[in-house]
């Protein structure tokens, strides 16, 4: 059996111009997708929860032939009715032999779902993913992306693979239209308990934290919750997007969705400021992609100058005011 | 109201992780600490306990060598009893095998309200096993849970997503998944430490539960390489002696992002 039938879980999101366009991780996916399938003359299958008429055009162009939508979820959470939705083509004789989610919050819970429907296993957090005759391979860092853990699947297919974002470059394909088929959301019965009543979109003036030039990050070094004010005044004097590591989300100095690590974003910018952190390798895994790496820590043995391009042995109350005072007065 | 928590044992992150060079698994056999994931959602359970007036906390775990340390830890906080469920055949198991054991684990708690889990572990980081859980019971479920409260015998959840948050309803029972920080975590007290050693611990096998095939016979997925990772070249570390953030102008204006 060769690996030629190879979906992605494509999701969109509103685009600048108001309609919605894949997320840039579902186009990282689809250029993988197309690799794999390449080497056995395989096809390239998007799976899209909700609406695809606006999206469906980039998705073929990105590689895919066939795009499978949901229509309207109803408030239904993701997990449970995309998971349903997928089974149910999976049933109906369309079995894929891969198929690669974005490791996100909508992404996760609709595999960890659909391995249950389907009594198959899942391989999280990788960062590669190769094919070997009829074998499946994926890769994923661990202790702080020291080493690298190769894995594959001795069971049959369908093999479910979660990948980072940023794993691999987006490249079109200059492909045509797709054919979009319908996949309804078939009835959830009691697992379908949960009801999205109401959307809160968080306003961000600068830009998306996995998706900015600049991150200025901030620890546990920051000593305190009113301090990180000095991490989002050098993020936004730099047009960048502020971070943070887990040990001061946990202190619940800002949100979850700031954090940076291998249970957070994972960043790849051109310049990467970590301000007062130690570098755990549940944050070095999240930030060691970045081009240029900048730290400031108090403690000269921290890890983080392991990966420092330029590491500044100093107190951040002291560095950080005066980088601020010399960037306004450029 | 009952709610049953998952409770990680995880070997203690600030040192350093190993991996079983027989297996290429993380080494768990040492002594293990309850997951500081897991004690958001054991201070959430307990608080949910005490606004809905009745009801207990109870804690499933999974470990080797019927390590019960971080257990304890958390019936230190208040959790009621745990099933632990111990046993060498586990070695080698997936996150979907850890998943059936626990829900089976669940279930021989008897019905619960609610299930709260962390939205992964600090070791093995998955993060599939909440959501997994919820499949094999056939529950709802809500994961990345930033605040949790049940009114009317109806849960609401404020639920992380990418551009912000949902409000969630959700019939109970469910499954819910908390990220960290969404409450500030009690520390045990003399009294609770002292009264944990005599909470009520269920040892069980994978046997007991009735489940089948776990550890390796049952993980469908192969370690076949271990690599280390390309190395960053070591960079320019200095001493701040007040003039170290021109450095940084410097560095920036070089790579012309100022």
């Known amino acids: ?12 999101a509103p685009s600048s111009s108001g309609a919605a366009a894949p997320t840039s991780t579902t186009l990282e996916l689809l250029t993988k997708a197309r690799s794999l399938a390449a080497e056995s003359g395989g096809t390239v299958t998007a799976f899209v929860p909700g609406d695809a008429a606006e999206i469906a055009g980039a998705l073929g ?12 979820l109803q408030g239904a959470l993701p997990g449970v009715a995309v998971s349903a939705a997928m089974q149910a083509v999976v049933a109906g004789g369309d079995s894929p032999d891969v198929i690669l989610f974005p490791q996100d919050y909508v992404g996760r819970d609709v595999v960890s779902r659909l391995s249950v429907k389907l009594d198959r296993p899942v391989l999280t957090n990788n960062t590669d993913v190769a094919v070997e005759g009829d074998s499946v391979k994926a890769t ?28 691999f470059a987006a490249e079109s394909a200059g492909g045509g239209a797709p054919e979009v088929v319908a996949a309804p959301v078939p009835d959830l019965g009691a697992a379908g308990g949960a009801k999205v009543v109401e959307v809160h979109v968080e306003e961000h003036s600068g830009p998306k934290l996995d998706e900015a030039n600049i991150v200025v990050s901030g620890g546990r070094g920051m000593g305190e919750a009113a301090k990180f004010e000095l991490i989002e005044t050098l993020a936004k004097q730099l047009k960048g997007a502020p971070g943070a590591s887990r040990a ?17 974003k994972v960043v790849k910018p051109t310049v990467y400021i970590a301000a007062g952190i130690s570098g755990a390798t549940q ?48 | 109201m009952n709610v049953i928590v998952c409770a990680k044992q995880i070997p203690d992150p600030a040192l350093p992780g190993a991996l079983d060079p027989s297996s290429n698994t993380l080494k768990r056999d040492g002594k293990l600490i309850l997951d500081e994931s897991d004690m958001y959602g054991v201070e959430m359970a307990l608080q949910l306990v005490d606004t809905a007036g009745g009801g207990e906390v109870s804690l499933v775990s999974m470990a080797p060598n019927g390590e019960v340390s971080g257990v304890r830890t958390a019936l230190a906080m208040g959790a009621a009893r745990a099933v632990l469920v111990s046993d060498p055949e586990l070695a080698g198991s997936d996150a979907l095998s850890t998943a059936k054991i626990l829900a089976a684990a669940a279930k021989r708690l008897g019905d619960a309200d609610l299930i709260i889990a962390g939205t992964e572990s600090s070791d ?7 959501e997994q859980i919820a499949e094999v019971l056939g529950l709802p479920s809500v994961t990345f849970a930033k605040s949790v409260k049940v009114e009317d015998g109806v849960l609401k959840v404020n639920r992380q997503t990418e551009a912000g948050y949902d409000e969630v309803t959700c019939t109970l029972p469910a499954v819910v ?57 070591a960079g320019e570390i200095i001493e701040d002696d007040g003039e170290a953030f021109n450095k940084i102008v410097d560095f920036l204006d070089k790579l012309k992002v100022i």
């Open chain 1, 61 to 72: 162009e990105y590689g895919a032939a066939k795009v499978y939508a949901t229509g309207d």
């Open chain 1, 248 to 264: 001061i989300v946990d202190a619940g100095w800002v949100p979850y969705s700031y954090q940076v690590g291998q249970t957070g």
């Open chain 1, 283 to 330: 944050h070095m895994v999240g930030m060691k992609g970045s081009k240029n790496i900048i730290a400031i820590n108090k403690d000269k043995e921290a890890p983080i100058f392991g990966v420092a391009d330029l590491g500044i042995v100093g107190d951040v109350h002291k560095v950080l005011p005066k980088l601020i005072e010399a960037l306004k007065a450029r």
């Open chain 2, 124 to 130: 093995g980081y998955t993060g599939t096993v909440p």
């Open chain 1, 140 to 167: 994923t860092p661990v202790f702080g992306g020291t080493k690298l853990v190769t894995t594959t699947f001795t069971g049959s297919a369908p093999y479910l693979i979660v990948v980072r974002p940023k794993s």
């Open chain 2, 177 to 233: 998944s908390v990220t960290a920080g969404v409450v500030e975590p009690r520390y045990p007290s003399f009294k609770g430490i002292m009264a944990a050693k005599s909470k009520p611990v269920d040892t069980v096998t994978a046997a007991d539960l009735g489940v089948n095939p776990v550890g390796w016979a049952g993980a469908g997925q192969q370690i076949v390489d271990v690599a280390s990772a390309p190395e960053r070249a």
């Open chain 1, 1 to 12: 059996m060769a690996i030629s039938n190879i979906w992605v879980f494509a999701q969109g």
